[in-house]
């Protein structure tokens, strides 16, 4: 029969400490987790390859270790309102902005903790949105059913393996992608060095003027788009936000359409890129430098713009520590390769055939992802096991 705990009576809570300058880290050590870092290791990456303090070091800044098994959430800033959570594989160092909860009760497994504060979701403890933050006392009050350990185990299994389905699709997806660029090189050559000697222009000369406006002087609702609007790892649009023109933000300024790419002048290493799929009218934001192309093959240059080579190359061009951004003229001055358009053609029917199984893969995804969310939310209702779940 279950039983009602609160966290503080079967873990021990804490929060890590501040991060280390730059010149503190080194190639040996334990590796120094941030909350930036939740989303990349829960999508896969190996821990070890965060950057890592060593011994000494750790000791004379007193930083605080995550023992392994436990489990991570921001509890500052805004990445508290993300509810990632992640449970450690390894020992490791936490910057002060994460919650820290490490089982110490035979009660109950690491994998189900982990699962429950999922499920929880940290940010509903959240007191006041505009100033994000979440109390490590309010996280020790929070109250859990316990189950049995064969229950836990059984409820682990069961979501262990919808992750599993969920991460082999996911890799299709990016292997299908990285397809992609692979057909770009073969036929086109590297265009960093154009190995096979294509002509060249700059993207200015393949591109239309984008219509400038005041969405203050309109009285309509207005569709618009900002870089919270991308997502940077499939690089597709995912949010378009509402407002009546009036309200619409001050970097509401550029009138944008189906088939415009979008190009991030703030943080270009974060290569948030997108192009509009949908039909219909939007309004950009100026933090943006939008192509319309023109003489040209609109996939090509989407996909080339999309490579590793042409982010890096905006980025060596980034002003300002603090808020490092680049010029839209940096952008529209880049030179890139021009093949013949009929090789461009040819590239961009292949392209076509890949995005529709991506599509096809992402719409499964998205199956998978709600069926995923079912089974969460029956595994903390005590409904999991009274009713078969095909997974």
């Given at each position: 029969m279950n039983h009602k705990v609160k966290l503080k009576d079967i873990a021990i809570i804490s929060s890590g400490s501040n991060a280390p300058k730059k010149e503190y880290f080194s190639k040996s050590g334990l590796p120094f987790i941030r909350a930036g870092h939740l989303e990349s290791l829960i999508d896969g990456l190996d821990i070890r390859n965060l950057p890592k303090v060593n011994d000494v070091t750790s000791k004379n800044l007193k930083l605080k270790k995550a023992p392994k098994g436990s489990v991570l959430f921001a509890k500052s800033g805004m990445s508290c309102k993300k509810n990632r959570v992640y449970k450690t594989?390894?020992?490791?160092?936490?910057?002060?902005h994460l919650a820290c909860i490490t089982p110490?009760?035979?009660?109950?497994?690491?994998?189900?903790?982990?699962?429950?504060?999922?499920w929880y979701k940290p940010s509903r403890l959240i007191r006041d949105e505009s100033y994000p933050s979440i109390r490590l006392s309010d996280i020790s009050n929070i109250e859990l059913e316990l189950p049995s350990l064969s229950t836990q185990s059984k409820i682990t299994k069961t979501l262990n393996l919808a992750v599993k389905i969920i991460q082999i699709r996911q890799q299709q997806i990016e292997a299908l992608s990285a397809l992609k660029q692979s057909i770009f090189l073969n036929m086109f050559g590297d265009p960093r060095v154009n190995d096979k000697e294509w002509s060249t222009v700059t993207i200015k000369q393949l591109?239309?003027?984008i219509t400038q406006i005041n969405p203050k002087k309109l009285d309509e609702k207005v569709n618009y788009l900002d870089i919270s609007s991308i997502n940077n790892r499939?690089?597709?649009?995912?949010?378009?936000?509402?407002?009546?023109?009036s309200e619409a933000p001050s970097r509401a300024r550029q009138k944008v359409k189906q088939g415009d790419i979008l190009i991030s002048t703030v943080r270009p290493n974060l290569k948030n890129i997108a192009r509009i799929e949908l039909a219909g009218e939007y309004i950009a934001s100026s933090g943006f430098c939008v192509i319309r192309t023109k003489e040209v093959d609109q996939l090509?240059?989407?996909?080339?713009?999309k490579l590793d080579y042409f982010t890096e190359e905006l980025t060596k061009l980034t002003t300002g520590a603090n808020y490092p951004a680049i010029k839209k003229s940096d952008?529209?001055?880049?030179?890139?390769?021009?093949?013949?358009?009929e090789l461009q053609n040819k590239f961009s029917e292949r392209i076509k055939v890949i995005n529709k199984q991506i599509?096809?893969?992402?719409?499964?995804?998205?199956?998978?992802?709600?069926?995923?969310?079912?089974?969460l939310h029956k595994a903390f209702n005590d409904e999991l096991f009274k009713e078969d779940i095909n997974v």
């Open positions: 594989n390894d020992e490791s160092f936490i910057v002060n110490e009760s035979e009660n109950i497994t690491n994998d189900y903790l982990k699962y429950f504060i999922e591109s239309e003027e499939n690089n597709e649009i995912n949010q378009v936000h509402q407002y009546h023109s090509f240059l989407y996909e080339l713009i952008v529209l001055n880049q030179k890139i390769i021009l093949p013949s358009i599509n096809l893969l992402s719409k499964s995804l998205e199956q998978i992802n709600l069926l995923y969310d079912s089974i």
